[in-house]
């Protein structure tokens, strides 16, 4: 898969976090606009459901139709606790599946044997497998939280949370009367090249007591996409299996 479409897919599912310039821990008290950095944090997964239904949910699977120019691609994503997850994606009728084992990414296209991927990519899909969000445990990811003020988003006002991890930085634009994540944003090095993405959240609806975005728009590197979420369910039954290789397709 070309370098552009692993980064973008993996970044418009949110599977990828972050650096920034200034750093505070968990819990820190670094008041901006009023909240501190923890209690915008609170808000936010309170918005999303709750801190105990996020940690309650085992797996979680949805299809999405992404629009890439007039490139139309549909994708299955399933994800189990603690680290599986499965995408199988339909282009132009050619099948592709990249598939991470709980140590291992692995890819299939079409009829091919399954390849074993190493390298970055690899460490890439094994940070983004884990089922929680980073902001549930962020010391525990080794990631590093700042709050950089305030600024508007469509209008709106939005509190800034920098993530920092590793060489990237994941800024988040959370809604200020929804508490609600609307904007993301990531710059960092992709085998050795920079590479700057924005991806824009909106329609969210409930999914089995989980708040959802259902539409995210994203943009970088001169490219420009949207996906759509459809069929949603959390803690819907996934056979093991799943994540565990087939032999290649006849």
């Not at 120019?69 to 994503?77: A, F, I, L, S």
């Not at 603690?82 to 499965?86: A, C, G, S």
């Not at 299939?108 to 399954?114: C, F, L, Q």
């Given at each position: ?5 692993l980064?973008?897919s993996l970044?418009?599912?949110?599977l990828?976090?972050a650096?920034a310039?200034a750093t505070?821990?968990?819990?820190a008290e670094c ?6 950095l ?5 808000k936010h ?6 801190k ?5 949910a085992?797996?979680?699977q ?5 629009t890439e ?9 399933r994800?189990a606790r ?5 995408h199988d994606?339909?282009?132009n009728?050619?099948?592709f599946?990249k598939?991470?084992d709980g140590?291992?990414?692995w890819m ?7 390849r ?7 460490k890439?899909?094994?940070?983004g497998?884990f089922?929680?969000?980073?902001l ?8 590093a939280?700042?709050?950089d003020g ?6 709106a006002?939005?509190f800034?949370l920098?993530l920092?991890?590793?060489s990237?930085?994941?800024?988040r634009f959370?809604?200020?009367k ?8 990531y710059?960092?090095i992709?085998?050795?090249k920079?590479?700057n993405?924005?991806?824009s959240?909106?329609?969210f609806r409930t ?12 943009e970088?590197d001169?490219?420009h996409g949207?996906k759509?979420?459809?069929a949603?369910?959390?803690d819907?039954p996934i056979?093991?299996?799943v994540?565990k290789?087939a032999?290649?397709r006849?």
């Open positions: 898969m070309p370098r552009r479409s980064v973008s970044l418009a599912l949110g990828m976090f650096p310039l505070a821990g968990e819990g008041t901006q606009g009023k909240l501190s923890q209690t915008v944090i609170d997964l309170k918005a999303l459901g709750g105990e239904r996020l940690k309650a085992k797996s979680y949805f299809t999405v139709v992404a120019g007039d490139t139309v691609t549909t994708t299955t994503v994800r603690p680290n599986l997850v499965r994606t339909v282009t009728g050619t099948q599946t598939l991470f140590s291992q990414l299939v296209e079409g009829s091919a044997a399954p074993r991927v190493e390298g970055e990519k690899n890439a899909m094994a940070e497998a089922f929680d969000d980073a549930l445990d962020p010391k525990g990811r080794g990631v939280l700042a709050m305030v600024e508007e988003v469509n209008g006002p939005t800034k920098v920092t991890r590793g990237t930085t994941e800024v959370i809604d200020q929804s508490f609600l994540e609307v904007r993301r944003t710059a960092g992709h085998e050795g920079p590479y993405k924005a991806i959240y909106s329609d999914v089995d007591g989980i708040v959802v975005s259902h539409r995210l728009k994203w970088g001169g490219q949207e759509v979420l459809h949603a369910r959390y819907a056979d093991a299996s994540f290789l032999p290649p006849g």
